[in-house]
């Protein structure tokens, strides 16, 4: 099995919706681009994911919403190193019908109650609901590491809270863990290493806005 030697997370650069959130009453999440800002937090992670790469062959997976699209053009990456496929499993999350703003506040008020692994957002996804897909493209991604000539890195280009879920199920983390830690800022990697025994460990922590609560004893 040719494990590549690095797995990297990017979450895409700043999108409209993100600098105004009324943008999900005139047009649907996915269809939302990167604003300049976003443009160039992508760029600049573009400088290190080509310094991080050098030479060397990428299999890229990006998520199918236009602002992860956006972002993986804007790491100019040598298109004669990188092999790239477009996976909808690494979408963000549905957050169901974003038109009316007052019951999407209302609901995220809910879901920061009762947590945002387990909360569904009507018509949408929970978190868990998000686990069980990026567990499915886990399946997927390990079948390919079988290849002989499977590249020695792959790109993930996604969205933040994908990130989490990813790392959470690789390292088996629990529901409290991934309770405990806050999204990546826009354009932020994360990179999982093949260390000489032969497991992954991440470059950098999450960072966590409160202390783990768990309910029983794990690992």
């Known amino acids: 099995m040719a494990r ?4 990297v997370l990017v979450r895409h ?11 999900y009453e005139r047009e ?11 443009r160039g937090q992508a760029e600049e992670t573009g400088k290190r994911m080509r310094e991080l790469f050098g030479r060397e062959r990428v299999s890229v997976y990006v ?13 100019r990456l ?21 038109q009316d703003r007052d019951d999407v506040r209302l609901q995220k008020a809910y879901r920061d109650a ?9 018509q949408g996804e929970s978190g868990a609901d998000v686990y069980d897909r990026v567990g499915a493209f886990l399946e997927s991604l390990y079948r390919s590491f079988e290849a002989p000539d499977h590249p020695p890195n792959v790109l993930l280009v996604t969205h933040g809270l994908t990130m989490r879920l990813f790392c959470m199920r690789w390292f088996h983390w629990s529901v409290a863990d991934f309770e ?27 960072e966590r806005w409160r202390e783990p609560e768990p309910y029983g004893i794990t690992g």
């Open 4 to 7: 590549p030697r690095r797995i």
């Open 13 to 23: 650069g700043e999108s409209a919706g993100n600098a105004d959130d009324t943008v």
């Open 28 to 38: 649907p999440d996915h269809a939302l681009a990167l604003t300049e800002t976003g």
């Open 63 to 75: 998520s199918p919403y236009r602002r992860t699209h956006e972002t993986f053009q804007a790491l």
């Open 78 to 98: 040598d298109p004669e190193l990188v092999r790239v496929r477009e996976e909808p499993r690494l979408r963000e999350q549905d957050w169901g019908n974003w």
């Open 114 to 122: 009762y947590g945002h692994f387990f909360y569904r957002f009507a």
């Open 180 to 206: 405990s830690l806050s999204n990546p800022g826009n354009g932020e990697s994360r990179t999982l290493l093949l260390g000489e025994d032969g497991k992954y460990t991440l470059d950098r922590p999450f």
